[in-house]
Every structure is written in structure tokens, then in C-alpha cells.
């Protein structure tokens, strides 16, 4: 085994202090205290909670040989416009049945024809709105 050779080790650390400063040479358990322990242990808990989150919301279920993730399977959808009674499985409609209760179809139809009315001082002819606002 190689010996070390103390004067480049030496002459090595004053380059480095020359070059960085002391903070660079300082040994770092030299500003370890309790209190920095303390925050340390309580930063590794939180972690470790959210870690065991992470874990229970992606562990994985076998159903009919293929894994699914358990969030998935507690998600429900509806794909069900109250209006018209169509299932959609257009995106375009995802976003109109979360804002206005009602697939893109039906939002032509009741939201949209009623604003037309409303910026026209005009009452509608279809009556009232059925999908919500």
C-alpha cells in the first residue's frame, strides 16, 4: 500500500485555502451542533412521509394479469352528458362537462345560444339554459 505523502497533502490545502478561502478546508462536523441535528432528523420524517404517500398512492393491482395503479381505479369519470344522455370519449367534452355540466354539443346548443341572446338584449326562443353556468 501506498504511503501518504504529507507535504503535497499540505501544500495542497494552502492552494486550496489560497484559491477558496478557509471555509474550504474547515472539516464540516466542525458547525455541526444539536439544534442543526434536531431540524436535520425532523426534514428526514417529512421525507420519509412523503415518500410512504408516494408509495401507497402508486402501488399497483393485478386485474385480469395487468397491473393498474390504485389511484386509478378510485378515480371515477363521467363521460355521461345529463342533457342528451350521450357517453363521449372526446377530451374536447371532458372539458365542457367539468365547466358546464353538459358535452361541447350541448354547449352549442343552451350555453353558448343563450350568451348570444344576452349580449343582444334578446330573450331566447329555446327557453331556459338547461346546462349550468
Given at each position: 500500500m501506498k504511503e501518504k505523502d504529507w507535504d503535497?497533502?499540505?501544500?495542497?490545502?494552502?492552494?486550496?485555502?489560497?484559491?477558496?478561502?478557509?471555509?474550504?478546508?474547515?472539516n464540516p462536523a466542525s458547525f455541526w451542533?444539536?439544534?442543526?441535528?434536531?431540524?436535520?432528523?425532523?426534514?428526514?420524517?417529512?421525507?420519509?412521509?412523503?415518500e410512504n404517500t408516494y408509495e401507497r398512492?402508486?402501488?399497483?393491482?393485478?386485474?385480469?394479469?395487468?397491473?393498474i395503479s390504485?389511484?386509478?381505479?378510485?378515480r371515477e369519470t363521467n363521460r355521461k352528458c345529463p342533457?342528451?344522455?350521450?357517453y363521449s370519449f372526446k377530451s374536447k367534452d371532458d372539458v365542457y362537462m367539468t365547466k358546464f355540466n353538459c358535452c361541447y354539443e350541448c354547449y352549442l346548443k343552451y350555453v353558448e345560444?343563450?350568451?348570444?341572446?344576452?349580449?343582444a338584449d334578446l330573450k331566447p326562443r329555446?327557453?331556459?339554459?338547461?346546462?349550468q353556468k
Open positions: 503535497y497533502i499540505v501544500k495542497l490545502e494552502k492552494a486550496i485555502k489560497q484559491k477558496y478561502g478557509d471555509l474550504a478546508i474547515q451542533d444539536e439544534e442543526k441535528e434536531k431540524k436535520y432528523i425532523e426534514q428526514l420524517k417529512t421525507l420519509y412521509k412523503k398512492q402508486s402501488e399497483k393491482v393485478e386485474i385480469n394479469g395487468i397491473l390504485k389511484k386509478l381505479l378510485n342533457e342528451c344522455e350521450k345560444v343563450s350568451k348570444y341572446y344576452e349580449r329555446l327557453g331556459e339554459n338547461k346546462c
